[in-house]
């Protein structure tokens, strides 16, 4: 997914929806960190392979889950709008599906979409990579340590990110802290 990509999916998650913003996360939502840099493609960011063509989102305040779903039939997977543009918009409410450390709202970035001028909310760079190493599949790891290299090595306050999750979600200590070592040995490896 590249950056106009994403604002084509918010603007038009906003229209369908009738709603002024929508909050981003998952992988994609990094895209306007990484504009910063000059990056607008996710494909210069992380291996192609494991990039992603959806969109994670959550229309308005995500308390009304009928829109969530006109969002999905009509921007969703399969939909004419992922056929004819290779992406799509996959909505969601954002409580327990982004797993992302406390206080994350703090945070967050509003950035405006250039054409409509709706607000997209995005998760910092760093809860992000926390999320994905929350998550712990192989690909979200390799997302997290993208957002290291690319950062300046936040490794140390990712981390912190990731502990003050587990401090608040004392179910999933061992869980989160099998994929917190995980990632340290990756990391260290990607520094040799």
Known sequence: ?????????????????????????????????????GIQDMRQFLDPDIVSRELDLCVGDGADDELNLLVDGTLGELSQFDETFGVYAHPNPIEGLFQAP???????????????????????????????IITGRPKDMDFALGVVRAFDNDADKILSL???????????????????????????????
């Open 162 to 192: 990731v502990e003050a999750y587990m401090d608040e979600h004392p179910n999933d200590y061992q869980k989160v802290s099998a994929h917190l070592d995980v990632f340290r040995h990756k990391h260290l490896e990607s520094e040799t």
């Open 1 to 37: 997914m590249n950056l106009d990509q994403f604002y084509h999916i918010a603007r038009a998650s906003c229209a369908v929806a009738a709603v002024e913003y929508v909050t981003v996360f998952g992988s994609n939502a990094i895209l306007p960190w990484l504009n910063d840099m």
């Open 102 to 132: 406390p206080s994350w709202q703090k945070r967050i970035r509003i950035v405006k979409e250039p054409k409509s001028n709706v607000n997209i909310v995005v998760p910092h760079y760093r809860d992000l990579a926390a999320s994905k």
